[in-house]
């Protein structure tokens, strides 16, 4: 599967990188969603500059705003 990820800070158009990622796997009550469309908005912006108050590691995942389908689900 395509993930968009971000493996370091600077403008999202620069930065923002669409990599071949491994398929997680849905564990106990969990489900795993197909993206179909994403947006990148303005806290995904600040996360690429390293300006949202959170900052998770690098090589995070943008797009906190899709539009999903159900794939899969487990116990």
Same mark, same amino acid.
């Given at each position: !599967?395509? $993930?968009?990820?971000?493996? &370091? %800070?600077?403008? #999202?158009? &620069?930065? !923002? *990188?669409? $990599?071949?990622?491994?398929? #997680?796997?849905? +564990?106990? +009550? ?6 179909? /469309? =994403? %947006?990148? %908005?303005? #806290?995904? $912006?600040?996360? @690429? ?7 998770? *590691? @690098?090589?995070?995942?943008? /797009?906190?705003?899709? $539009? #999903?389908?159900?794939?899969? =689900?487990?116990?």
């Amino acid at each position: !599967m395509q $993930a968009w990820q971000v493996h &370091e %800070n600077g403008e #999202p158009r &620069e930065v !923002m *990188r669409l $990599a071949e990622v491994e398929r #997680p796997t849905p +564990g106990d +009550g969990q489900v795993l969603l197909r993206v179909r /469309a =994403a %947006n990148i %908005n303005f #806290p995904d $912006a600040l996360l @690429c500059r390293g300006h949202y108050q959170v900052r998770p *590691r @690098c090589r995070s995942r943008p /797009a906190w705003r899709s $539009a #999903p389908r159900p794939r899969t =689900a487990a116990g």
